[in-house]
């Protein structure tokens, strides 16, 4: 199944958060025969059968809920597919940070790269074959 990281990482978030404020998800959610990745798969068959293109987060994060609460449910097959997530992405200042010396280290990068390949030497190309009067 290839789903995007950052709904796999949306969807984890939110059922983290629930089982921190809910004792009796916490029960669901810590069931030996239920996992993270036949959650995000029940939740795109359930996508994938409803016939729509978009849902709220409140929908499929219920959806999540729903897989872990009921015992016995049909996940159904994997399915290759990208995900959307309509959420802005909040780094900290440390991230930032991060992010801003690995751009620097990569344009310092390119920029040498180019400055250490070899030149090409231009080809004297004569345009006619006349002989001429200077070669002997």
């Known amino acids: 199944m290839k789903s995007t990281d950052h709904f ?3 969807i984890q978030a939110y059922l983290e958060e629930r089982v921190a404020s809910d004792t009796l998800f916490e029960w669901a959610y810590t069931k030996e025969n239920k996992n993270l990745d036949d959650c995000i798969t ?3 068959n359930a996508v994938q059968k409803s016939g729509c293109n978009g849902f709220t987060s409140e929908e499929i994060f219920s959806m ?3 897989y872990y609460d009921e015992t016995d ?7 290759n597919c990208n995900v959307v997530v309509n959420h802005t992405v909040v780094l900290t200042e440390e991230e930032k940070e991060e992010a801003r010396k690995e751009a620097i280290q990569k ?3 390119e920029a040498y790269n180019r400055v250490m390949q070899p030149k090409k030497k231009a080809k004297r190309v004569e345009m006619n074959n006349q002989p001429s009067l200077f070669d002997f």
């Open 8 to 10: 796999k990482n949306t």
């Open 42 to 44: 029940y939740i795109l």
């Open 64 to 66: 999540a809920v729903h």
């Open 73 to 79: 449910i049909e996940i159904g097959n994997p399915i």
């Open 107 to 109: 344009a310092h990068n």
